[in-house]
C-alpha cells in the first residue's frame, strides 16, 4: 500500500523515485496451449524478475500475443502453470496492465473516459480518479487533448493514451503486445524511448513482445527467442546494454553485436520454414 502511495505522489508531481514502484515477478514453468488441435506452444518456462524487462520476439503466429493472454489471466492454459506475485493465475488478477497492438481504446470515450476506465472498473473513487487521470495523461505528454476522441489523433498519441490507461491503474505488471507496430517509423522510435524514459522514473515488471529486433534488445534486460510450431523458447540472450539507454545505445557495438545475435536466431528458423514450404 506505502507503494501505491508513493507512486500516485510521484506520479502527481513528477518527482522520480526509482525504487517506489511496485512491481512484481512472474514465473512461467512448462505452459502449453492449444486452440482445438493447433498446439500453438509447448514447455514454455521463464522468469521475470520485479522491475525487469524481457522481450519475447518470434515470427508471426508463433504465439505471442497468446501468451500474453495467458499472463493476463484472459485465456486458460491447458498445462504447466504461471504465477504472479505468488499468485496462481486462472482469472485476470488486479495489478497487471495490457497495452495493446491496435491500441484498444474505446471509440466512443474521450481520453480522459478511456484512461479512467480502469481506474473506474477497480473501483477507485471519483475524487482519485480525479486527481489520478490528469497526471498519467501528461505522463505521457497528452496534456491538453483529454477531451479529444481517439478518431480525431494520431496513431501515436492514440498508443500515449493506450499507455496512460495502463499506468493509471499503477500496475505491478505491464503486458507489452507489439505496442509500437501500428505507428509510423519515427513516431516508434519516439515511443520507444519515451516508455524507456517513463519506466527509468517508474520501473515496474515487463513482458515486451516485438517482432522488431531492435526493439527487443533496445528495450529488454533479456531477448527470449520464440521459434518452431508449436513454438518454445529457443534461445535466451542476456542483454547486458546500461541502463538509462537511450539514442547512443542505438550507436554503441555491443547493440550491434546483440542485435546480431538475435537476428541470426530469428534467421536460422525463416530459413527452415522457407525451405519446409518449398519442399
Ligand atoms: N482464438 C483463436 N482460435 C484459434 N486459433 C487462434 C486464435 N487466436 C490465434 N490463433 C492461432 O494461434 C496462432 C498464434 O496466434 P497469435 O498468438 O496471435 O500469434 P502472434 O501474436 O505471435 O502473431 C496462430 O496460428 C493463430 O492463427
Ligand atoms: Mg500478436
Not at 518470434?58 to 504461471?82: Q, V
Not at 505528454?141 to 493506450?162: D, H, K, N, T, V
Amino acid at each position: 500500500m506505502a507503494n501505491r502511495t508513493i507512486a500516485v505522489a510521484t506520479a502527481l508531481t513528477g518527482i522520480s523515485t526509482r525504487s517506489a514502484t511496485a512491481a512484481a515477478a512472474i514465473r512461467l514453468r512448462a505452459v502449453a496451449k492449444r486452440y482445438g488441435a493447433i498446439d500453438v506452444f509447448r514447455d514454455i518456462s521463464f522468469e521475470v524478475g520485479e522491475r525487469e524487462i524481457v522481450a519475447i520476439v518470434g515470427p508471426s503466429g508463433c504465439g505471442k500475443t497468446t501468451l500474453l493472454r495467458c499472463i493476463d489471466g484472459l485465456l486458460m492454459i491447458d498445462a504447466g502453470e504461471i504465477v504472479i506475485d505468488e499468485q496462481r493465475v486462472s482469472s485476470p488478477i488486479a495489478g497487471v496492465a495490457m497495452v495493446f497492438q491496435h491500441f484498444g481504446l474505446f471509440p466512443w470515450k474521450t481520453v480522459y473516459a478511456n484512461v479512467a476506465y480502469g481506474l473506474r472498473m477497480a473501483g477507485v473513487s471519483k475524487d482519485e480518479i480525479a486527481r489520478r487521470v490528469p497526471a498519467f495523461i501528461n505522463l505521457v505528454g497528452l496534456g491538453g487533448f483529454e477531451a479529444a476522441y481517439p478518431y480525431q489523433m494520431s496513431g501515436g498519441m492514440q498508443q500515449r493514451c493506450g499507455l496512460a490507461r495502463a499506468l493509471a491503474v499503477e500496475p505491478s505488471v505491464l503486458l507489452m503486445d507489439e505496442p509500437f507496430a501500428a505507428v509510423d517509423a519515427q513516431t516508434r522510435e519516439i515511443l520507444q524511448f519515451e516508455l524507456l524514459r517513463i519506466w527509468e522514473s517508474r520501473p515496474t515488471t515487463m513482458v515486451f513482445v516485438t517482432h522488431s529486433i531492435e526493439e527487443a534488445v533496445l528495450m529488454g534486460d533479456r531477448v527470449l527467442v520464440l521459434r518452431g510450431r508449436p513454438s518454445h523458447i529457443d534461445e535466451v540472450i542476456k542483454i547486458d546494454l546500461p541502463r538509462p539507454r537511450n539514442r547512443e545505445t542505438l550507436r554503441s557495438p555491443r547493440f550491434a553485436d546483440l542485435r546480431e545475435r538475435v537476428w541470426a536466431t530469428l534467421m536460422s528458423e525463416a530459413r527452415e520454414a522457407e525451405f519446409k514450404l518449398e519442399r
